[in-house]
């Protein structure tokens, strides 16, 4: 089948998460795509579509037509990360004008005449760097061998609008202060907030070194502006563990959020990432430990989340529980078989996304008793079994962060249908040598592995496909052996697992080895002995002097009188 190369224009945000997104928005479309070339360090990426000549809903081959591009358009229309995307007319080899004209005239040879007479204009999309006026516009010139006779207009969405994609060297020194001044870019799909992230155009003393120029012609804008549809500064009801807008959608297309389908998220809080999932046209519910967040304050709770963007159609409700004591068909927790006995019954969620608590701000809980409770019920004082009282709130016990990661994928291997997905997001330290391995389950494939680092941590994006019957993902029986062996092969921290595994009455720093990292400042090992013996050597030195060896005696003798006594 012949192919037509595009050239699709990211944002310069979440470089990672880019091109798995764009992957998972096309296996959503059912479109099949070549990335012929990518890189995390430039917006400009080439791929390849189905000819243009072959429409998805039309017979029309005129490259004029919107239908003629629709899969381009359908690709670029639910992506959060891109900003448009372009039919690529020609590519230079190196930084050469020349070049890139031979290119055009090369690949486009009974396509140009097609615009001949269409209206038109021509803009800079430049990366790294940004021309002077003058020479921008003695570019645009050299490109009257088109012989475009059509007028120039600056706007109206009937104009073909030619773009020159120029990719500049890094430099530390940014665009002379004479180059100020641009030619209007005019990129559908371009917001302030990408313009902001590109290195400053202030004053410099040398100029960077073009490295590549591309030819494009506009054909569709991307989905980016549900950013600032959902923002948390628009959202009524949020809290301070709300995830962004922005990181929530995209977390939605990685999880193949689409008509038809009905997602989960068992930590779902003030429902940023239901709602974007329901954006998309998926079925969504919920459940959290905490029935507060659920139930909100004041009449602003998770459902009037919904009614403030018409999603209430389809919210179908959120339970006050927790994963490993739900009850859920299917799965019989951590201690039980892992799965139901006719195998694919349990098999009902199309996917699952969820932001699981890290135990950092207070430790992470789950229901039970603590160690010692013997679990007998409570009464009041007027003979009423404490736990119907409506002001009851359930005995919650520690648990480990590790301990959630095991308990969602072994819940995710057993309720996905087969090709179903989870998305979930977990924290690590940045050193190599303490970061946490990513989680498998034989039943589960990794997709992608997307990294918002921050300083000294940062946090990960995985995204996990249920496999299906052919690939040996039906057998959903799951011994305490095999778990045992699965924890030894995903290679998760022993203190951790350890931790854990004795059950109840450990501190949150035992059960969780990230937090006690974030608390020391994800210092290594060495710093923080250094640390302890500068503070012990400070100690001896105020207990030594003059003036410490007077309060030691002084308590000591008032320990002494206290024995006495």
């Known amino acids: 089948m012949a192919m037509t190369e595009y050239l699709v224009r990211f944002a310069q945000a979440h470089e990672s998460f880019r091109l798995p997104e764009l992957k998972a928005v096309a296996a959503i479309q059912g479109i099949e795509m ?3 070339q990518y890189s995390e360090y430039t917006p400009f990426c080439i791929i390849r579509l189905p ?12 490259p004029l037509s919107p239908s003629s591009h629709s899969q381009a358009a359908a690709l670029i229309s639910r992506s959060i990360l891109s900003q448009s995307i372009h039919e690529l007319l020609g ?33 800079f999309d430049s990366f790294r760097y940004s021309r002077p006026v003058a020479s921008q516009r003695s570019i645009i010139e050299d490109f009257s ?12 969405s009937d104009v073909e609008v030619f773009t020159l994609f120029e990719e500049w060297s890094h430099s530390p020194s940014p665009t002379p202060a004479s180059s100020n001044e641009t030619i209007e870019v005019q990129n559908p799909g371009r917001t302030k907030k990408d313009d902001e992230s590109l290195p400053s155009t202030s ?4 100029e960077p070194e073009l490295k590549r120029v591309y030819l494009g012609r506009f054909v569709a804008t ?35 959020a689409r008509e038809g389908t009905m997602f989960y998220d068992p930590f779902v809080g003030t429902g940023s990432l239901t709602i974007a999932c329901a954006h998309f046209g998926t ?11 659920l139930r909100g304050k004041d009449g602003v709770n998770l459902r009037g989340g919904y009614g403030q963007y018409r999603l209430e159609g389809r919210d179908l409700g959120g339970l006050v529980v927790d994963l490993v004591n739900g009850g859920w068909r299917g799965w019989a927790g951590p201690k039980g078989e892992g799965g139901a006995s006719d195998g694919r019954r349990g098999e009902w969620l199309d996917g699952i996304v969820c932001d699981p608590p890290y135990g950092v701000r207070e430790g992470l809980r789950t229901l039970g008793g603590k160690e010692g409770d013997s679990g007998e019920v409570r009464y009041l004082a007027d003979g009423t079994a404490s736990h119907l009282s409506p002001s009851y709130i359930p005995p919650k ?19 996905l249908v087969p090709n179903g997905r989870l998305s979930f997001w977990m924290p690590s330290a940045n050193d190599e040598n303490e970061t946490l391995a990513i989680p498998m389950h034989p039943r589960l494939e990794v997709m992608s592995v997307c990294i918002q680092p921050f300083n000294k941590w940062s946090r990960r994006l995985l995204t996990y496909r249920k496999r299906s019957s052919e690939e040996g993902g039906t057998d959903v029986s799951h011994s305490g052996e095999e778990r045992e062996v699965e924890r030894r092969l995903n290679g998760l921290k022993v203190e951790d697992r350890d931790a854990f595994s004795g059950g109840v009455g450990k501190n949150a720093d035992d059960l969780n080895s990230f937090r006690k990292r974030y608390f020391q400042g994800f210092k290594t090992k060495e710093e923080i002995e250094a640390q302890q013996r500068e503070e012990r050597q400070k100690f001896e030195g105020i207990f030594n002097n003059p003036g410490g060896t007077k309060r030691r005696e002084r308590n000591q003798a008032i320990n002494k009188k206290a024995d006495e006594i």
């Open 397 to 415: 016990k520690p648990y480990s962060f590790i301990a959630i990661l095991e308990d969602l994928l072994s819940f995710a291997a057993a309720t």
């Open 91 to 123: 590519t230079s080899t190196g930084p050469s004008y020349p070049s890139l004209h031979s290119s055009v005239r090369a690949r486009n040879p009974d396509l140009l005449p097609l615009y001949a007479t269409a209206p038109f204009r021509f803009t």
């Open 203 to 206: 004053s410099s003393k040398a």
């Open 283 to 293: 079925y969504v519910w919920g459940s959290d430990i905490d029935g507060r967040m």
């Open 34 to 36: 070549e990335v012929v």
């Open 51 to 62: 000819d243009a000549s072959a429409p998805l809903n039309s017979t029309s081959t005129s």
């Open 222 to 256: 991307s989905g980016r502006a549900a950013i600032n549809t959902y923002s948390l500064k628009k959202r009524n009801y949020l809290s301070t563990t709300s995830m962004d807008a922005e990181l929530a959608l995209i977390t939605a297309n990685l999880t193949h």
């Open 145 to 156: 061998w088109l012989d475009l006779q059509g007028p120039v207009l600056m706007k109206g």
